[in-house]
């Protein structure tokens, strides 16, 4: 495995591979989740570039950016163990500079859901990630489900901005009691993990009663909402597929949503129907 800091560096590197790359954007603290990511990748490309960059431009003043996990050494062990070819781990000063062109995420989509409580993220979010597919190069590039609506407008920038990536969606790996696996994970005391196990637990109650057909949006929302007393409920919505709000269940094209605050962590989960 190479592990590379200079976009320069690693564009010359790419260049001489005439294969197929698959792209695992990431910001570090590897866990499960990424690794299944990697694994995908590793499966279905001959060449595998993972990033690690905790990106700033993503983080809301007074957000966590400067107490985001890291494991260094871990994280490229990780990558070295699941054949990663390149670990590509820039700077921020090569990547940002003073007086920036800018990707904006969409008026409505962009600031609903986790746009709303934190506006301007996911400007953040498709400025890198437009930055890293234009360093990368990527045929196909791996995003996990769990995030939901970053897949959403990833996807929709590719297709707006008519980029020649495929966007390949991940399911969500989970601890084996439902806890989905979040870098974030880590900030919960043992007591809070234990609470935070109600996001995961309403999501597969929705799932039972739409197994049981009971369709409706609200009854959902609301029998989701008791499960998730007494979080801080962020949002729990109902989507279709192009991350438009609806009054029933579409099976096989929907999106049930939760982001919940536990102690002072952000949570997000999510099944897909
Ligand atoms: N449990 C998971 N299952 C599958 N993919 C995941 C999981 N968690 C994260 N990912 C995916 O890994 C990629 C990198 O995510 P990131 O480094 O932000 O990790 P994270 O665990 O989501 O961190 P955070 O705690 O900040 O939300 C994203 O595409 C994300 O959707
Ligand atoms: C896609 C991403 C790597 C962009 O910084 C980040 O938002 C993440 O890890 O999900
Ligand atoms: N996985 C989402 C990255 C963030 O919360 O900033």
New binding site residues.
């Given amino acids: 495995m190479r592990i590379i800091s200079k976009v320069l560096e690693l564009k010359e590197y790419l260049k001489e591979q005439n294969e197929n790359i698959g792209f695992?954007?990431?910001?570090?603290?590897?866990?499960?989740?990424?690794i299944?990511?990697i694994k995908k990748a590793r499966a279905e490309c001959k060449f595998v570039v993972v990033s690690i960059f905790v990106n700033p431009t993503q983080f809301l003043e007074g957000e966590d950016f400067d107490k985001?996990p890291s494991k260094d050494e871990a994280d490229k062990k990780i990558c070295q163990f699941a054949g990663v070819d390149v670990l590509f781990l820039p700077q921020v000063d090569e990547i940002y500079s003073d007086d920036e062109v800018r990707v904006v995420a969409p008026n409505v989509r962009g600031f609903v859901l986790e746009g709303a409580t934190r506006p301007g993220h996911f400007d953040g979010v498709l400025s890198v990630v437009n930055k890293l597919f234009n360093i990368v190069n990527p045929r196909y590039a791996?995003?996990?489900?769990?995030?939901a609506q970053?897949?959403n407008l990833i996807s929709l920038m590719v297709k707006q901005l008519f980029m020649d990536v495929e966007i390949i969606a991940?399911?969500?790996?989970?601890d084996s009691d439902g806890l989905?696996?979040?870098?974030?994970?880590i900030y919960l005391t043992p007591e809070q993990r234990v609470e935070a196990l109600k996001i995961s637990r309403s999501l597969s109650e929705a799932s039972k009663m739409v197994g049981k057909r009971l369709l409706k949006s609200s009854e959902i929302k609301a029998h989701m909402k008791e499960i998730l007393k007494p979080l801080e409920i962020g949002y729990v919505e109902v989507l279709n597929r192009e991350f438009e709000l609806i009054s029933e269940v579409e099976l096989g094209n929907s999106v049930i949503l939760v982001e919940a605050l536990v102690g002072e962590t952000r949570l997000?989960d999510n099944v897909w129907l």
């Avoid at 989905?180 to 994970?185: I, Q, V, W, Y």
């Fill in positions: 695992v954007p990431t910001m570090g603290a590897l866990h499960d989740g990424h299944s990511l985001y791996y995003f996990g489900k769990k995030d970053q897949l991940v399911d969500t790996v989970r989905a696996k979040s870098s974030r994970n997000l």
